[in-house]
């Protein structure tokens, strides 16, 4: 009863600071649903501000000016944090954040984390910072494998699995949403012929930051400029994203050369019950085995093979217990874990308070 008592005690005591960029509002989000799992939480932008105009001041100023004012801002954060009440600190990009000021967080007594939102191949400069973590974690299974971070697979948000179409009721067969660079013109290119000689139905939603730029970038590749009338550079709605995707049998994932991990989108699709058409091939290996069947393999090679076996896959709800491991409840209560936080709500000390009740 003592330590049941003094358990509960100390998760009252705790407070993290989620340190991030603002992206799509996900850490923000991530912080609410810490609230909401009983771990007061705060989100700390590491940027001075994501808009546009201080951005291109920034650029357009004297290096030396724009760090001034950075770490101004960082300055005034770690007072904020140190100052705060707070226990533990997760941060996530380490865009700005230095070994320093880590340092600092942890005299204050802050048991500060990490964890990887991109792949250490696009931000190499974060890995000196582990030796000063009390942990790290990470979505990137090579990552994982490579530093040894703790392997936390990212989720899905917003879905409600009782309005999860069935099979029947999803008109499009393949759904793709994202930027087109790389190779993805040809593959989507491809993709879109092959559909045509099968009857299927395609939907591509395809962002470039300028259509201008993109017929000059592409104005000798044909198979580009085939879907230039489709390129938009107008962001698309995270509700209608949700939405073509609970109409698809199939999403169609083109993942990043230089990560490992399955994307925000990738769960998302799983979780609207589409089969998962993706062309990285350390899906199958970062899935629960028991999504392993909604997930093929998109093979550049062989387009039309992957197409034909991802239309023989079973679409739709899934199975009540799949939806926990591509949800944020689950994702947090492993950042909590890594972090050495125990959720009032978890379901270990609800059983032992009401066992003692």
């Known amino acids: 009863v003592v330590q049941l008592c003094l358990g509960m005690w100390s998760v009252r005591s705790m407070k993290l ?128 494998s490579q530093y040894g971070y703790k392997y936390i697979p990212l989720y899905s948000e917003g879905i409600a699995p009782a309005n999860v179409n069935s099979a029947s009721d999803r008109s499009i067969d393949f759904y793709f949403c994202g930027t087109v660079h790389t190779d993805r013109a040809s593959i989507l290119h491809q993709m879109q012929q092959i559909a045509e000689e099968k009857g299927w139905s395609v939907r591509w939603q395809l962002f470039f930051h300028s259509r201008f730029a993109y017929y000059l970038k592409n104005f000798r590749d044909k198979a580009a400029l085939a879907l230039y009338p489709q390129i938009t550079s107008t962001s698309f709605p995270h509700t209608e994203i949700l939405q073509l995707s609970r109409e ?55 387009l039309r093979a992957s197409m034909d076996e991802a239309v023989k896959r079973t679409c739709g709800p899934l199975k009540q217990e799949q939806y926990y491991e591509l949800s944020h409840d689950r994702f947090m209560r492993q950042i909590f874990s890594l972090l050495g936080i125990t959720s009032p709500d978890d379901k270990s000390l609800q059983r032992a308070a009401r066992h003692y009740s």
């Open 248 to 302: 698809s049998r199939i999403v169609v994932d083109i993942h990043h050369a230089k990560q490992s991990g399955l994307t925000m989108r990738s769960y998302e699709a799983l979780a609207q019950g589409a089969v998962l058409l993706t062309t990285n091939e350390r899906a199958l290996t970062a899935i629960t085995p028991d999504l392993a069947d909604r997930v093929v393999y998109l093979d550049r090679a062989n």
């Open 17 to 144: 600071a989620i340190i991030s960029l603002s992206t799509f509002g996900y850490f923000e989000r991530m912080a609410d649903k810490a609230i909401e799992m009983g771990v007061p939480a705060v989100f700390f932008d590491e940027r001075p501000s994501n808009g546009f105009w201080v951005k291109f001041f920034l650029r357009a100023m004297p290096k030396s000016f724009a760090r001034w004012f950075v770490r101004r801002h960082v300055h005034e954060q770690l007072a904020k944090i140190a100052g705060g009440g707070f226990t533990h600190a997760l941060i996530v990009f380490a865009e700005v954040y230095s070994v320093t000021d880590i340092e600092l967080l942890k005299s204050k007594g802050i048991r500060v984390s990490r964890f990887t939102w991109d792949s250490t191949q696009n931000r190499a400069s974060v890995v000196e910072l582990d030796n000063h973590m009390y942990a790290v974690g990470s979505f990137d299974p090579d990552d994982c």
